[in-house]
């Protein structure tokens, strides 16, 4: 019985799951402290007020508090925008650096643009003689 719970918790994908959840606990944290201790400080020296909680707007006998919306919507899109800018684009730019091009096989025949290989001679097609591309 306890065996196969082992096998269960060994199989790699549980393993590389849970290491990615423990790495995105440490990760979300220095994203939050980034913008938390540096982005919110910067957009209160900007633009003078880092914190909206105290908006509302008042209709009638009720009160609508859009401020802390405004709070968690400014905090998502800087938390956000740090990920794409920090992780996201980085990523890209180092994948495609050492991605490999992919291999071109096939080519069209000037005559009737069926694609043939690189290497034929006579396309399968409209029979037409083609020079071979090596």
Do not use: W
């Not at 082992?6 to 939050?32: D, P, Q, S, W, Y």
């Not at 650096?97 to 097609?125: D, G, N, W």
């Amino acid at each position: 019985m306890l065996s196969g719970f082992k096998k269960f918790l060994m199989r790699g994908n549980v393993v590389e799951l849970a290491t990615a959840v423990v790495v995105g606990a440490a990760f979300t944290a220095i994203v939050n402290s980034f913008v938390g201790d540096v982005l919110t400080p910067l957009i209160a020296a900007i633009g003078g007020q880092p914190d909206f909680s105290a908006l509302t707007l008042r209709l009638g006998t009720g009160e609508i508090r859009y401020g802390s919306f405004l709070n968690a919507v400014v905090s998502f899109l800087m938390v956000a925008a740090v990920i794409y800018f920090l992780v996201v684009r980085p990523y890209e730019a180092f994948s495609a650096r050492f991605a490999q091009k992919p291999e071109i096989t096939h080519r069209a025949c000037p005559e009737c643009l069926s694609e043939i290989p690189r290497a034929a001679v006579r396309c399968s097609q409209c029979t037409a003689q083609v020079i071979p591309v090596h």
